[in-house]
């Protein structure tokens, strides 16, 4: 390493390193406000997910250190531009649904054309190198297709991984050891690289288990959409198939995981980009292992397929076929272990159970919007309670609990079925909670009455399908609770205000407690 990329590097940790505590506090004193979090969520005390302002902090730390120190031609100039002004448009993005949450669509949208701004300043694929041919094919209009494709992909990507504590932030920083090795092959400046690397070694400080700062949207997609852009700018300075194969090579479970993720929610009727808890880092957690355990488990797999992504840079993609065969044999032999063989690789049966799903989760998801379209309209929370109890006896569900501090709520259908199951969702949020709704087994979770006709013979036992088709159902009931408390909240707040505004202009004192707060404050613990 040189003098310059030692400093890049010290300057990346040193800024990330004092920000991150900063950003901590701030967030701890509602100096920076941040948006409720999600059903999805991690339950408990809310921890800040605003790191990527100290990465990107640092980021142009770094740049500015670029600046004084490297002497860089006009092209090289405009290239770094590129680079910075679309990870910075991704972090600003991402940004703003830490702060007000966007919906997927928009989110997508701003993605591409984040995308497309990165292509139009000519950072994109043109010439694809075939190590087999010893040649390379000019590639025209499907090279734009293919940046779109690997800046929206990588980005997102690297956001699903921001669901335990450390996972993302380590897997990117493997990642940026691979983007430096690939910029020295190329022949050009590794400052930004080195600086990042420096900056995510001070994160991971804070991010590992128990975490005190997530990445949040913000950091993911200003992480991901960086490693996206170095790669392509490391295929414009040498060799294209090197550039963009290596970091698929890391990066292969979790591009399997999330393909078999979203296959299965498009196949079950689910909207494709909805966040869950069925990832691989999730069942691990399901299943027992610690979060130091499943992070330690992911980073010790992903040395290995790092390994393999070297061995594709050095010898140039002329040993690919071995090289897939290795990390194909790798994946087989982890799936075996941890007993995920069935679902990773069994297409046909994930596709048969997902279809079988599809009718019931769809009206699941109606009866989820109907509850989130209450919270706005009931008058007190025993409405909105009444609403849910509506929404779970369709489902088929037999007992519902609620249970928050210091306050429980619960019902039972009168006939309670000898063999059911329990499902427990913990709520999000500073308050938190739990929700406990019971489903009998060897039945369909929506009964056909409220679907109007038959779907199953439930005769025999229900099947595996029964009971995760139940799982789902329960998991979009407790989001819909979650979705109609929120907008209860708001209409409280909303009425508060209104009821001020209109006593100040009568010349009358307000009254600091309208009604539908006093009800929201009666039914909720002291």
């Known amino acids: 390493m040189s003098s310059s ?46 790191g990527g302002v100290a990465l990107v902090l640092a980021f142009l730390a770094v740049q500015g250190l670029m600046a004084l120190l490297n002497q860089e031609s006009a092209a090289e100039i405009h290239t770094r531009n590129t680079v910075c002004f679309a990870a910075l448009g991704m972090f600003g993005l991402g940004l703003w649904d830490d702060l ?23 950072l994109s694929i043109s010439l694809v190198s075939l190590p087999f041919l010893g040649g390379a094919v000019q590639v025209h209009w499907l090279g734009i297709a293919l940046t779109l494709l690997w800046v929206v992909g990588l980005t997102n990507l690297i956001n699903l991984l921001d669901g335990t504590d450390g996972l ?37 400080r804070f991010n590992f288990p128990p975490a005190r700062i997530y990445l949040g949207d913000s950091g993911a997609y200003f992480v991901g959409s960086l490693l996206a852009l170095i790669s392509l700018t490391d295929s414009t300075k040498g060799d294209v198939f090197a550039a963009m194969v290596a970091p698929m090579f890391v ?11 979203v296959l299965s929610r498009g196949l079950k009727g689910l909207p494709v980009f909805r966040p869950d808890r069925r990832h691989l880092h999730h069942r691990l957690l399901r299943v027992g292992f610690s979060k130091r355990r499943v992070l330690l488990w992911f980073y010790g797999l992903t040395l290995v397929f790092l390994a393999l992504g070297f061995a594709v840079v050095t010898f140039r993609g002329l040993w690919l076929p071995i090289f897939l065969g290795l990390a194909m044999l790798v994946l087989l ?3 075996r272990s941890l007993s995920f063989s069935r679902r990773w690789f069994n297409v046909g049966g994930v596709i048969t159970q997902s279809l079988e799903m599809r009718d019931d989760i769809r009206y699941g998801l109606s009866l989820m919007r109907f509850l989130e379209l209450e919270g706005g309209r009931c008058k007190s929370m025993d409405d909105l309670w009444a609403s849910f109890l509506f929404a779970a006896e369709k489902l088929g569900y037999t007992s519902a609990t609620l249970m928050l501090k210091g306050h429980r709520r619960h019902w039972q259908a009168p006939q309670m079925p000898e063999q059911t199951t329990l499902l427990r969702h913990q709520l999000p ?7 406990e709704l019971r489903a009998p087994l060897g039945q369909p979770a929506v009964p056909e009455a409220a679907r109007g006709a038959p779907s199953r013979n439930t005769d025999q036992p229900g099947p595996v399908g029964e009971l995760a088709v139940s799982e789902i159902l329960s998991e979009l009931l407790a989001e819909g609770w979650v979705k109609a408390q929120a907008r209860w909240d708001q209409r409280c707040a909303r009425s508060k205000q209104q009821a001020t505004c209109a006593q100040q202009r009568a010349g009358e004192r307000a009254d600091p407690v309208p009604e539908e707060a006093r009800l929201l404050n009666s039914e909720r613990p002291k």
């Open 100 to 122: 007000n949450k966007l919906g997927a669509k928009k989110k997508l949208l701003g993605q591409v054309l984040i995308a497309g701004f990165v292509c139009v300043r000519g």
């Open 5 to 50: 990329t030692v400093s890049a590097l010290l300057v990346g940790l040193g800024v990330s390193f004092v920000a991150i505590p900063v950003l901590i506090r701030l967030s701890k004193q509602r100096v920076m406000r941040q948006r409720s979090p999600d059903f999805h969520h991690s339950a408990g005390e809310p921890i800040p997910r605003l």
């Open 168 to 204: 993302a932030a380590g897997i990117s920083l493997m990642l940026m050891l691979l983007m430096a090795y690939l910029a020295h092959a190329a022949g050009h400046a590794e400052f930004q690289v080195w600086g990042m690397i420096g900056a995510l070694l001070a994160f991971l």
């Open 333 to 335: 032999v982890c799936a």
């Open 429 to 435: 949020g500073e308050a938190g909670g739990v929700i």
């Open 251 to 261: 990066l292969a479970l979790p591009i399997l995981d999330t393909s078999l993720a």
